[in-house]
Every structure is written in C-alpha cells, then in structure tokens.
C-alpha cells in the first residue's frame, strides 16, 4: 500500500503533507510521520517545511515550490544553451509573497521573487525530465535577470549579440519596455 502510494508521489515533483494525507487517507499528523520516516530512509528529500519531493535535481522543483511561478534569470539561459555559465541560483519569479526569499536544497539555492501580476508574463510549459516545469521565454529570462539587477548590462548585451540568431529583438524590446529606461540602454548597446 505504503509503497503504491510512494511510486504515485514520484509523478509530483513536489508535494505536500496534505497531498500526502489526501493520498494515504489519514489526518495530517499520521502524514508527517511518514514523511518523516521516507525522509530518515532518504527515500524523499525535504525542500521546506510541509513540502518535500523525490527529485534530486533542484531546476526540476523549483517551479513547483510555490504557485504560480517560473524559472528565470541565469538558470533559463542556461536551458536555453545562451550561456555555458553554471548557475548555483535558480530565480525564481512569482506573484506570491513569501517570508523565505531563499531555499537551499542540493548544491543550488532557490531565490524567490516576488512581482506585480502586470510583469509575471513571457514564460510557459515545458517537458524537463518527464515532467511539466514552467519556465521563461529567453528574452523575458533577459530582461528578468537585467530589471533585477542578476545580470549587468554588459553580460546581458553580450549574451544578445552571441545569440542574435535564437533571440528575438522584437520580443526582448516589448519586454524591455515593462522596465524603465532599459530598452534604450539595450538598444544603444547593441548598435
């Protein structure tokens, strides 16, 4: 039984102790037990409390901790193959106020932000490892990275004029608009 319901989790990249509780039909208490006992055992790993996954890879939760959210800045680039740069941190953006802004879990950090639903916009739907992650669009990753001040103007520039093929202008500069005076200085970088 208790098995069963270990190999159904693992089609969640997170889940809760409710979903847990929901699943074994057992109240809340009786869930974290057993959470406690799969996670002694390292059958799970705790990325917070009350949450927990079977993944070991930190991208592959990290649009699943809160909702709604999506992968962006350095750690979006680099899925998109527009860096060879390593990120040990993985921005994530949300609409969702949180009072931890930052979770270690593996060898990454998970660093939550926090916009105005007018800017959470430019990502989607993708398959990584089996499973549905929700991650930005290149450019908007772009400008994510450069309107947060994760990336200086000159790595962003760079970044574009190394990939002026897989980048679309018209798109980043739409984005560019939502952050004051950036499309200027994108502009004036790249000519």
């Given at each position: 039984?208790?098995e069963?319901?270990?190999k159904?989790?693992?089609?969640?990249?997170?889940?809760?102790?409710r979903?847990?509780?929901?699943?074994?039909?057992?109240?809340?208490?009786?869930?974290?037990?057993?959470?406690?006992r799969?996670?002694?055992?390292?059958l799970?790993?705790?990325?917070?409390?009350?949450?927990?996954?079977?993944?070991?890879?930190?991208?592959?939760?990290?649009?699943?901790?809160?909702?709604?959210?999506y992968?962006?800045?350095?750690?979006?680039?680099?899925?998109?193959h527009?860096?060879?740069?390593?990120p040990?941190?993985?921005?994530?953006?949300?609409t969702?106020?949180?009072?931890?802004k930052?979770?270690?879990?593996?060898?990454a950090?998970?660093?939550?932000?926090?916009?105005?639903?007018?800017?959470?916009?430019?990502?989607?739907?993708?398959?990584?490892?089996?499973?549905?992650?929700?991650?930005?669009?290149?450019?908007?990753a772009?400008?994510?990275?450069?309107?947060?001040?994760?990336m200086?103007?000159?790595?962003?520039?760079e970044i574009?004029?190394?990939?002026?093929r897989?980048?679309?202008?018209?798109k980043?500069?739409?984005?560019a608009?939502?952050?004051?005076?950036?499309?200027?200085k994108?502009?004036?970088?790249?000519?």
């Open positions: 039984m208790k069963a319901i270990r159904t989790l693992l089609d969640y990249p997170v889940f809760t102790v979903d847990l509780a929901s699943l074994l039909n057992k109240k809340r208490e009786y869930a974290y037990l057993q959470a406690y799969w996670k002694k055992e390292k799970i790993h705790e990325i917070e409390k009350g949450k927990y996954t079977s993944a070991e890879d930190p991208f592959l939760i990290a649009s699943w901790v809160i909702w709604p959210s992968v962006s800045g350095w750690a979006a680039l680099h899925y998109y527009l860096t060879e740069q390593l040990f941190t993985i921005q994530i953006i949300t969702r106020r949180r009072n931890k930052t979770v270690n879990y593996g060898s950090k998970l660093e939550f932000t926090t916009v105005k639903s007018s800017f959470f916009c430019g990502f989607k739907k993708v398959v990584y490892q089996q499973h549905e992650i929700f991650i930005a669009e290149k450019e908007k772009l400008i994510d990275a450069l309107g947060m001040k994760r200086s103007l000159a790595e962003g520039i574009i004029k190394n990939n002026n897989k980048i679309n202008l018209k980043l500069f739409s984005y608009a939502m952050v004051r005076g950036l499309t200027k994108l502009k004036e970088g790249i000519s």
